[in-house]
């Protein structure tokens, strides 16, 4: 079975500071890892897939197969990066790709 | 173009009675899912359709759940004799292939 864990229902960071979304996965073969958020009152996007290995809006994440992890950071948080975070995984294959999420972080950026 | 659109955005219902929820997806998207977000659960996969291959029906909760998608386009999820657990925001995905998937807005589901 397919797990997503993300222990921290809710962080709240003062502008500028550093921010880290925790998400630990559950997965026997090598699955592909995602961060989506959802903005208050917009539909749920796409923040980051592992394979791309790119930088949106100052995120980065990288997976961390031997510690089964997906950690989410930027390094100097924004008032606009206020939103609910969703770390979730794609287990491929014969299981299609069809998501599992975690419970969701809600992030709260203090001017 | 326009993304996933769904429609209604919001449907109060009584407890038993039958809802429909429509989910257009992006033109020429082969793959199509359903999920649902409840304070409860979480965002739960529910079912997944995927060109003209028979679909994943693994997540659906129960036989009141169903889902067609006509012509490989617009996709339409039932539940029958609605319970008041059913209340949840009923998400549709779309994507190419295997590719990312892109969401809608969805339909928030009250069974009053």
Not at chain 1, 78 to 104: H, I, P, V
């Amino acid at each position: 079975a397919q797990r997503v864990t993300q222990p921290e229902k809710l962080l709240s960071v003062f502008k500028g500071a550093p921010v880290e979304l925790k998400c630990n996965y559950s997965y026997s073969g090598s699955p592909e890892l995602f961060w989506y958020v959802q903005y208050s009152r917009q539909r749920l996007q796409l923040l980051l897939r592992h394979i791309s290995r790119e930088s949106i809006k100052g995120f980065t994440a990288d997976l961390n197969k031997g510690e089964t992890s997906f950690h989410l950071k930027k390094p100097f948080a924004q008032e606009e990066d206020s939103a609910m975070y969703y770390c979730a995984l794609s287990g491929g294959g014969a299981a299609g790709n069809k998501l599992t999420f975690g419970g969701g972080t809600r992030v709260l950026v203090k001017p | 173009g326009a993304g996933v659109s769904q429609s209604p955005s919001n449907k109060v219902t009584e407890k038993g009675k039958d809802v429909e929820l429509r989910c257009d997806p992006i033109s020429g998207h082969t793959a199509l899912y359903w999920y649902r977000q409840s304070l409860g659960q979480g965002l739960e996969f529910l079912i997944y359709f995927q060109g003209n291959s028979a679909p994943d029906k693994s997540g659906l909760p129960s036989d009141r759940f169903s889902a067609e998608r006509t012509g490989g386009s617009v996709s339409t999820l039932t539940i029958q004799r609605t319970q008041q657990e059913d209340s949840a925001v009923y998400l549709c995905a779309s994507s190419l292939a295997r590719s990312v998937q892109f969401f809608g807005p969805g339909t928030r589901l009250t069974v009053l």
